[in-house]
């Protein structure tokens, strides 16, 4: 199984709605990412888990809560979100430390912030 | 920051043709990884380049990395609509972090 699975794939909110995003591998990875991509960009990194635990938070604003509850869950809360704040949510997930090799993503989550 | 630079940034071609898209910097990678990304997907690891003048193929695929490790292309032989896509070169952060910094990508289109 060399899959990352991202839900909901779409996902439309309000301003004032409270909204999480999930993602799920089950390749044994101990390193998962957060990435957001607006349209015509590129991929940018917002978060890092290491072991569970938050090593990297790339100066995100805190209506993004990332969570990591185990080594194959990561979550990302949403709250008081803004309309350009809509993009592509990726997850991703590797190897770490000196052992990576490749970063496998799912296949995102559209976000619409009305 | 190191940006990458990708070049260039749109291309549409005929099916059949070659072409060659390219990705730079002002700073030394320790390696270099290129991803293709279909709409509505994630990117998909193609290739990593970490050795200076390394040429490495996948099928109609040839990637080659700079004997200064500055540069890398990409080239495509006998293009596919299937090889439509961003095409996106990405550096891999060093010294214990292995967050990936993409470059804007080109965005190939294949006519048929």
């Known amino acids: 199984d060399t899959e990352v699975t991202q839900t909901p794939k779409h996902l439309v909110m309000g301003m004032t709605n409270k909204k999480s995003l999930k993602c799920e591998q089950h390749?044994?990875?101990?390193?998962m990412y957060w990435y957001k991509q607006k349209a015509k960009k590129p991929p940018e990194l917002m978060f890092v888990?290491?072991?569970?635990?938050?090593?990297i938070n790339e100066s995100v604003p805190s209506r993004f809560s990332p969570e990591c509850p185990n080594s194959s869950l990561l979550n990302l809360h949403l709250h008081a979100l803004q309309p350009e704040d809509s993009a592509l949510y990726l997850c991703?997930?590797?190897?770490?430390?000196?052992?990576?090799?490749?970063?496998?993503f799912g296949q995102g989550t559209r976000l619409t912030v009305v | 920051t190191q940006l990458l630079e990708q070049s260039p940034q749109f291309l549409s071609i005929q099916e059949g043709e070659n072409l060659t898209v390219y990705c730079n910097s002002s700073?030394?990678?320790?390696?270099l990884q290129w991803y293709r990304q279909e709409p509505g997907e994630g990117p998909v690891l193609l290739v990593t380049?970490?050795?200076?003048?390394e040429v490495k193929k996948l099928k109609r695929l040839t990637f080659q990395f700079g004997d200064a490790r500055k540069d890398s292309s990409l080239h495509i032989t006998a293009a596919q609509p299937g090889d439509t896509g961003l095409y996106l070169c990405?550096?891999?952060?060093?010294?214990?972090?292995?967050?990936?910094?993409f470059g804007k990508g080109t965005k190939l289109s294949v006519i048929p």
């Open positions: 990405a550096r891999v952060g060093g010294a214990g972090s292995y967050q990936l910094t």
């Open positions: 390749m044994g990875h101990r390193a």
């Open positions: 700073s030394v990678f320790s390696s």
């Open positions: 380049v970490v050795t200076g003048g």
């Open positions: 991703a997930s590797s190897l770490s430390g000196p052992e990576y090799t490749e970063a496998f």
């Open positions: 888990y290491s072991y569970e635990k938050l090593s």
